[in-house]
């Protein structure tokens, strides 16, 4: 089976850091997938990691450890606007579909 | 954006009546998910298709079945409605297995 964890909620001021982690455990691990989601709206793509290390995208950056199961999502320069879930997704080699965490809903407060 | 939609978006029924989710898609993409979203439990997989007349189970497929008969849409079947299926469904779509999800804006199901 497949288990990914992720806080459930965090805060964080405008301006400010945040860093949202994501550990997971399964088999034939592929690659890591990290979505937004806007209450009462869809996901969008953030990002995606296969191999270790941090990919850096605008404000957003993702890390990868694979031999660790962990990922982590770095905001930078928060905004009033970057409130919203954060849903980590895993992908197993072989399997045609994303399993996700329960997501980690991110206030951000002036 | 991908072309990617679902109807109805909103839907109230009753327990016991059947009730079918449609997705449909511009995109071409061989890959159709259908994804249910609850408080606590994130988005978990119902059903997929990895091609025209080719579906799979997910992780919480009891109580639903699907059709894909046209690259272009993906359909959703509660035979007979229960409390337990009100949620948000999202259709998603995506090129490659594995790959990025595009989802569509979501079906609110409330069955009383």
């Known amino acids: 089976g497949q288990n990914i964890d992720q806080p459930t909620e965090m805060t964080a001021t405008e301006g400010a850091i945040v860093q949202i982690n994501c550990t997971y455990q399964?088999?034939?691990?592929?690659?890591l997938f990290w979505y937004q989601q806007h209450a009462g709206e869809a996901p969008t793509f953030l990002s995606y990691n296969v191999l270790d290390g941090l990919e850096e995208k605008g404000r957003f950056s993702s890390f990868l450890s694979r031999s660790k199961g962990y990922s982590y999502l770095l905001l930078k320069e928060l905004q009033m606007k970057d409130s919203a879930s954060y849903l980590c997704?895993?992908?197993?080699?072989?399997?045609?579909?994303?399993?996700f965490g329960t997501g980690t809903r991110l206030l951000v407060s002036p | 954006d991908a072309g990617i939609t679902q109807s109805p978006r909103h839907k109230v029924t009753e327990t016991g009546t059947p009730v079918t989710l449609r997705c449909h898609q511009t995109e071409n993409h061989r890959y159709m998910y259908w994804y249910r979203q609850d408080p606590g439990h994130g988005l978990r997989l119902i059903h997929y298709?990895?091609?025209?007349?080719?579906?799979d189970k997910g992780e919480v497929s009891d109580g639903y079945s699907v059709s894909r008969s046209k690259t272009e849409d993906f359909l959703l079947t509660l035979e007979s409605a229960t409390s337990s299926q009100t949620s948000v469904y999202f259709c998603?779509?995506?090129?490659?297995?594995?790959?990025?999800?595009?989802f569509g804006e979501g079906s609110r199901l409330t069955v009383l």
């Open positions: 399964t088999s034939g691990f592929n690659g």
């Open positions: 298709s990895y091609g025209v007349k080719d579906t």
């Open positions: 997704a895993v992908t197993n080699t072989g399997f045609q579909k994303l399993v």
């Open positions: 998603a779509i995506s090129e490659r297995p594995n790959g990025e999800l595009f």
